[in-house]
Nanobody, 125 residues
């Protein structure tokens, strides 16, 4: 069973950038796709992006609010996936989670497992 630990969150001003990390242990990274989600208070968990380890193929949410600002990547040697976020906005404030899934095309959080504890991102205006 895979264990995931997110880090890299924090407080940032609007327009700033952050890079989140998700370290996987307990299973080979190549066995699955890794995805990033976020959840704001009172809101549903929102899919952001996912990535395959072996080909680095990426699949992004089609949300206009995310396009062009969020990028997923991975370092197989470190069993780590990253989420680079730029031009952050106050509405990006949320807890950001990573999780694994057998198919990169899944967006439904119920298709993901191995959820980490999340990392808080707060964007001030």
């Amino acid at each position: 069973q895979v264990q995931l630990v997110e880090s890299g969150g924090g407080l940032v001003q609007a327009g700033g950038s952050l890079r989140l990390s998700c370290v996987a242990s307990g299973r080979s990274f190549s066995d699955y796709a890794m995805g990033w989600f976020r959840q704001a208070p009172g809101m549903e968990r929102e899919f952001i992006a996912s990535i395959l380890e072996n080909t680095a193929y990426r699949y992004y949410s089609d949300s206009d609010s995310l396009k062009g600002r969020f990028a997923i990547s991975r370092d197989s040697a470190k069993n780590t996936a990253y989420l680079q976020m730029i031009r952050l906005r106050p509405e990006d404030t949320a807890i950001y989670y990573c999780a694994t899934t057998p198919s990169i095309y899944y967006r439904d959080p119920r298709k993901f497992n191995g959820w980490g504890q999340g990392t808080q991102v707060t964007v001030s205006s």
